[in-house]
Structures are given as C-alpha cells and as structure tokens.
C-alpha cells in the first residue's frame, strides 16, 4: 500500500455544515460516554461527502475538535482507508475495481480509456466533471468489469462494462444526464449470460409433479400436463394377464399438497435419524409430511427424492429411511429413542 498524504493546496477556509454536523452527532450517540471517537470512520464519510468528496485538512481538524480526539489520529484513519480522499475529485469520481476477477474480464480497457478520457489517475478533467482511481474489488466480482462512480446523487454500480459502455456512462453523466445503473450487457442481475437456467415456472412444476407417495387428499400442481398413463402401452399387454391394469394404475403420476398437509397434523420426520431440520424441510416444500409416505417408497421414489432434496446418493437406503418411516407409522419408536436405551 503507498503512502497517502494530505492534499499540498488546502482551501484557506472550511466548514462542516449544520447538517453534517447533526448527522455526526447522531452518530456519536451511538456510543457510550468517553467512547465519542468510535464514530470517527461515519464522521469522516459524512464530512467528505459534505465537502464534495474529498477530505480538507479543516475538516479533518473539526472532527478532531467534535470527537475531543488529537488531530493525528484523524489524519492515521483518514490516510489509511483508501475510500477517504485526500484530494479533489471531479463532479463524478470514478472508482475502477482493478482486482482479479475484474482485471481478467478486461479492466485493463476501462483503465486505457479513462486515461485517454479524464487524463492520469487521480487528475480531474479539464471541465472538472470527472476524476478517476483504480481500487481494489468492490464486492461486484460476478458483474465484472465494474466501476462505482459517486457524485452528488450517491454511489453507483455501472457493471459487465466494455470500454465503449464505460465510456457513453461518462459521456451521460459529464451532459448532465442519470444513465440507469447495473450491467451493461443485457443482464438482469448475476444471472448466466444465456439467461436463467433454474427455477423456471414450468420445469419445476414437471418435476414436483412426478414427486412419489404423495398423500391423496392433496390438491394438484399443475393439471395441465398431467396425462393419464396411455392405455395403448398398458392394453397391449394387458389381454394375457389380469394383473396388468392394476400395475398401470400404480405408475400414475403422483399428486402432492401444495400448501401444507391435508390429513391430519404432519409428522415429525426428524425423528427417522438421518432426517434434520433441513431434510424435512425439503421434503415438507416437496409434499411429504408423514412417516407412511415415506415407508412407501421403492427405490425409483428414492433415487428420485435423493434428486430433489440434494441428498447424497445411497444415503437414504444407508440410514433406512424407508424402514423406519414404516416402523413409525405403525406407532413404533424413534430408532435414536431405543438406541438410547440401550
Ligand atoms: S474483483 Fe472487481 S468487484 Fe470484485
């Protein structure tokens, strides 16, 4: 880190104005008697916005006589954050995160361009609109490239830039216009750039429709798709044996409740081991809420729950989720409760 001093041309007069001054002193009385100088770094924040961005000498001396602290522990905090600055700014101050993941998705660019732009860093254009720094990461990484540009509006995230989007923000923001914050390339937020991929409405209907051993009572998700098994595969077979109308009848697809259980008070699945609260949560957002669900399941249900709940596969067959949901719906004990007696 270098070293940062004050500014070598200080303004001859400064100061903090009313409503700075009430705004530190609520600050202060966030904090114990004595303890007035731990308001110190919201102090600094609320004078530099005060005096247009930038920290004077002045004011870090009235904050000193505020806070009844000795003005060279101003100055240590004020030169050591990087987000105070010591020097003027432009009306718009550019903020240009040159860390990793921005650097690898081309700040070296954006950086090329304010330079050609606004001039060296840290020197305000000749109009005085804009000032640029390059700084570490400002927590954007998965919109990078990004820079934070503040002026008397506040603080903006301009994201996903490309030299040339950099550039037309400026071009806005210099002509006195608010060019809408966020990315640049089309996105939303931190979505993939092809668009979404989970949660989208009628995948995750399909899904949760198929879900096994719902109970019956329950209302239907989504009846739209919810075809009936085809008699043509079922009938074909059937002529030969009797039995097979009852096996076709047992591959419909299962139902579930949609908003909570419909037949009586739903169980308390923690008590199959291997079920915690968040394993019966999932199972309870996917319709499952008794212990004779759950002893239904085959192993096709199974391997499709390990699905939907993320479980590790195996795991349900390893802890016998099965065998102790039947064993508790028929009343049994919990597996743990007897192991404890034991
Ligand atoms: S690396 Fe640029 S915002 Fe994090």
């Known amino acids: 880190m270098s070293a940062r001093r004050l500014a070598i041309r200080q303004p001859e007069q400064f100061a903090l104005s ?56 101003v100055y240590e905090v004020a030169t050591f954050y990087t987000m105070f600055n010591l020097e003027p700014v432009g009306v718009h101050f550019v903020q240009m995160c040159g860390t990793t993941p921005c650097w690898l998705r081309g700040s070296d660019e954006l950086k090329v361009m304010l330079e050609r732009k606004i001039g060296p860093q840290r020197s305000i254009s000749a ?77 995750t209907a399909k899904r949760i429709k198929s879900l096994p051993n719902a109970a019956a009572k329950a209302k239907i998700v989504d ?64 319709g499952i809420y008794y212990f004779r669900q759950i002893g239904a399941w085959k192993a096709a249900d199974i391997k499709m729950v390990e699905e939907l709940i993320d479980s590790i596969p195996g795991r349900i067959k390893r802890d016998e989720w099965v065998k102790q949901g039947k064993a508790l719906a028929k009343g049994g004990k919990p597996r743990a409760m007897k192991k404890a007696k034991s």
Not at 43 to 56: E, S, V
Not at 258 to 276: E, Q, S, V, Y
């Open 127 to 203: 109009d005085g609109k804009l000032s640029w720094l390059e700084v570490e990461c400002l927590g954007s990484c998965s919109n990078a490239p990004m820079v934070q540009i503040s002026n008397a509006d506040g603080d903006h995230y301009y994201e996903d830039l490309t030299a040339e989007t950099l550039e037309a923000v400026l071009d806005d923001l210099a002509a006195g216009k608010k060019p809408p914050q966020g990315p640049k390339n089309g996105r939303f937020s931190s979505e993939p750039i092809g668009g979404a991929m989970a949660l989208t409405t009628i995948g």
């Open 223 to 286: 009846h739209a798709n919810d075809s009936k098994p085809k008699p043509a595969a079922k009938k074909k077979a059937a002529p030969k044996k009797a039995a097979a109308p009852k096996k076709a009848a047992a591959k419909k697809p299962q139902v579930i409740y949609t908003d909570g259980p419909t037949d009586g008070a739903p169980d308390d699945l923690k008590l199959i081991k291997g079920i915690g609260p968040k394993f019966e949560g999932d199972l309870n957002s996917k």
């Open 18 to 73: 009313a409503s700075a001054k009430k705004e530190i002193s609520n600050w202060v009385k966030k904090y114990p008697k004595g303890r007035q100088r731990s308001a110190l770094i919201p102090a600094l924040w609320i004078a530099q916005k005060d005096a247009g961005g930038w920290l004077p000498e002045l004011a870090l001396r009235e904050l000193g006589d505020m806070l009844d602290m000795a003005y060279i522990r």
